[in-house]
């Protein structure tokens, strides 16, 4: 309390560091080779977390947009293609899709996992479908069962956007042995983050050979004659960045057993108060990352919901709202946008609907805290919740 006022405490910071990471920069820097193809920290980061993700092949890039759309390059994706994504989401899974040319097709969520519906998915697969995007929402893997049957049936193949799911598990399996491509992130806020990066994930060598060409302007490793085998781009991590990120990958299995201990308490306290729905787990994802705290307070709307936000951010907690649906976003509507309307969209996705006007969620580093604090912060939570 501080004049009065029921404020939350001090909660652990974000990114974190220590000597591993100072270690790792000056590795870094006395190689005397600060890009990839001089060094070896982006090859040991790449060989780390691929074992750590039991993936086969890892590719290191520049962000985690930059790895949807490799990605999405590699499986084939381009003009006259279409992408279903879904309507829940951060706007990268579907500007990766459009900065290839093709379309991108927003289907509905779950409304308790927040991750997308497979039946909204399979009613939406057309013949141009070329990719189906499960993102795992706040760590939350999706039915990755049922998306599975929906890609044998169809023969689309799945790109998984991992960006908020390093580490996590899906019956035992990690991201990586769940047979498709995945992508992460590794900007400031994200689980493990160098400030900016990316990774993708590959189940065979094939598709990472030619990730690896297109991302690096089509060259391979060892041309020294200016020999461009495909066209691509410069998506190379660099040196620095790859030396951090081999200290915060050392650190992500305590962060998630912590933030696994956590959550079950910030959710059964958050429960109890009326009017909170928090974000529902799957139980066959038998480990979350637990990327964000997420809630619901159904039938707020967005206004309301918008001043909840800014009355927990003065009370001292890390909250945001929820993703707007994407196709609410102007930048959505600028190419490779489906031939509907906005509200033909919101017609199809009103889980999306409901979820982004009601949705709050707060920083991953809340559930760093201890038990103590997070009955701290939930407390906040009904006092702000009380005083509307
Ligand atoms: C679900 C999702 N996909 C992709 C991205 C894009 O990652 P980046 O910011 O590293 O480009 C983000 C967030 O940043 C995200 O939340």
């Known amino acids: 309390m501080s004049g009065g006022v029921l404020r939350a405490p001090e909660l652990p910071a974000w990114p974190q560091y220590s000597d591993e990471e100072r270690d790792g920069l000056i590795r870094a820097l006395e190689q005397g080779q600060w890009w990839r193809m001089g060094g070896s920290e982006v090859d040991s980061l790449e060989r780390e977390f691929a074992a750590y993700h039991g993936a086969d092949y890892a590719l290191a890039v520049t962000n985690g947009t930059h790895a949807l759309e490799l990605a999405l390059q590699v499986l084939g994706v381009g003009p006259g293609t279409e992408v279903i994504v879904p309507a829940f989401t951060f706007i990268s899974s579907s500007q990766a899709a459009q900065r290839l040319g093709a379309v ?49 049936d169809t023969g689309v193949p799945l790109l998984q956007d991992a ?37 993708v994930t590959f189940p065979d060598a094939e598709l990472f050979e030619l990730a690896f060409l297109r991302h690096s302007c089509g060259r391979p490793r060892t041309d020294r004659r200016y020999f461009h085998q495909t066209s691509g781009s410069n998506f190379r991590l660099n040196e620095f960045s790859a030396s951090v990120l081999r200290a915060q990958l050392g650190r ?51 206004e309301r919901r918008n001043a909840l936000v800014d009355a927990l951010l003065e009370r001292g907690l890390p909250a945001f709202a929820a993703f707007r649906s994407i196709y609410r976003s102007n930048g959505f509507w600028e190419t490779g946008a489906p031939d509907s309307t906005v509200d033909e969209l919101a017609a199809r996705c009103p889980n999306t609907e409901a979820l982004s006007a009601d949705g709050i969620w707060l920083h991953h580093r809340t559930l760093l805290g201890t038990e103590e604090q997070m009955h701290q912060v939930a407390a906040v939570v009904a006092d702000v919740m009380a005083a509307r």
């Open 104 to 152: 991108a097709v927003p289907v509905d969520v779950d409304l308790d996992t927040y991750c997308i519906d497979p039946q909204a998915a399979a009613a939406a697969v057309t013949s141009r479908t070329k990719v189906i995007m499960p993102v795992h929402m706040a760590g939350q893997i999706s039915d990755m069962d049922a998306l599975a049957k929906l890609s044998a």
């Open 163 to 199: 960006a908020h799911a390093h580490g996590t598990r899906w019956q035992g399996r990690k991201v990586g042995e769940l047979g498709s491509v995945a992508a992460f992130s590794f900007q400031n806020g994200k689980l493990m983050t160098a400030g900016e990066g990316g990774a």
């Open 252 to 302: 992500l299995a305590g962060q998630i057993d912590t933030r696994e201990q956590r959550w079950p308490v910030l959710a059964e306290a958050l429960g109890a108060i009326p009017g909170v729905v928090p974000q529902s787990r799957d139980e066959r994802c038998d480990r979350n990352s637990h990327y964000m705290a997420m809630f619901r307070v159904p039938g707020l709307g967005e």
